[in-house]
């Protein structure tokens, strides 16, 4: 081993690259468990989609909505979710790496500890990990159209999963499923969920044809008295909705989220 005293600290910190993330763009953390495929059948998943799995994946969103203040939005789906960071944070100076693991690492962890809440009955039988990776968005739009291009794929992948279930529960296997839906269009599998009973395929819940967007329910200042003092009896809330993010109407109901 080399002499320790020998080592010029400078010289070996100048291997270190710090990637900051641009200056005055929103972030957004988008988590995704590895391998989940499998993870979802080792621990009996009801398919297409468990909702205590789902429920679970939202209180840890909540949980690292409360522990990171500039944390303004999250939209999760499946084994995923995204966290959206205010344009101005200052968190870690920026640096892309301390975000994505601190924010991973909280969730996986919350994950774990949470586990036994949600699944009283399930031994959690390995440790569950999650990557994560940071994007930066310049404008509030091209933001917007990244929550919408992930809510448009909870729905896609709804579709084809419903359907791909409803086969494989008819007796088909899942080789075969996968066979007869390639290629199938919105229309065709519509009508095959029709013939699996499902005539309203937007009556299933609306977690699970829209995700979950957990978000504070009120502007801090709201809760503010005009002398400054704050209200507590009127505690600020992380509220869960699954509702349309694609449409206005949720972004002008809520102005003060990306405000
Ligand atoms: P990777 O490591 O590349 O992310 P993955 O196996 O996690 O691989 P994903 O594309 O992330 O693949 O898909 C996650 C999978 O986890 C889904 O296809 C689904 O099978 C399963 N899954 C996740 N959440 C649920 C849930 N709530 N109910 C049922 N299955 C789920
Ligand atoms: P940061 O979030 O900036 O890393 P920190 O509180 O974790 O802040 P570090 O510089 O990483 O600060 O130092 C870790 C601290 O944790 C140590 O100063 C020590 O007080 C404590 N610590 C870590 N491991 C041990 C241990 N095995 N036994 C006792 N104390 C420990
Ligand atoms: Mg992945
Ligand atoms: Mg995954
Ligand atoms: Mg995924
Ligand atoms: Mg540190
Ligand atoms: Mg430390």
Not at 49 to 73: G, H, K, P, R
Not at 170 to 195: I, V
Not at 229 to 250: L, Q, T, W, Y
């Amino acid at each position: 081993m080399n002499d320790i005293g020998k080592v010029d600290p400078d010289y070996v910190r100048s291997f270190q690259f710090v990637n900051r993330l641009l200056p005055s763009t929103w972030i957004v953390i988008r988590i995704d468990g590895c391998n989940f495929h499998s993870f979802s059948e080792d621990h009996e998943f009801v398919k297409p989609n468990d909702e205590q799995a789902l429920n679970l994946m939202n209180s840890c969103a909540v949980a690292v909505i409360t522990e990171f203040q500039d944390v303004v939005f999250s939209y999760g789906v499946s084994d995923e979710y995204s966290f959206v960071l205010k344009k101005d944070s200052q968190f870690y100076q920026r640096r892309a790496s301390d975000i994505v693991s601190v924010i991973v690492s909280f969730f996986t962890s919350t994950y774990v500890m949470k586990w036994k809440d949600f699944f009283p009955q399930k031994e959690l039988k390995y440790t569950p990990s999650f990557d994560g990776r940071a994007v930066c968005y310049p404008s509030t739009q091209i933001l917007q159209d990244y929550l919408t291009w992930r809510q448009v794929d909870c729905h896609i992948n709804n579709q084809y999963n419903t359907c791909f279930w409803e086969l494989v529960k008819s007796g088909k296997s899942k080789r075969e499923a996968q066979k007869f839906l390639k290629g199938t269009q919105t229309l065709e599998k519509m009508e095959l969920l029709k013939k699996f009973g499902i005539n309203d395929y937007n009556s299933l819940p609306a977690m699970f044809l829209l995700g979950s967007s957990a978000f504070w329910d009120k502007e801090e200042t709201s809760l503010l008295h005009e002398n400054g003092a704050s209200d507590g009896n009127c505690e600020r809330k992380v509220i869960i909705e699954h509702c349309n993010i694609i449409e206005p109407d949720f972004w002008n109901a809520h102005p003060y989220i990306l405000g």
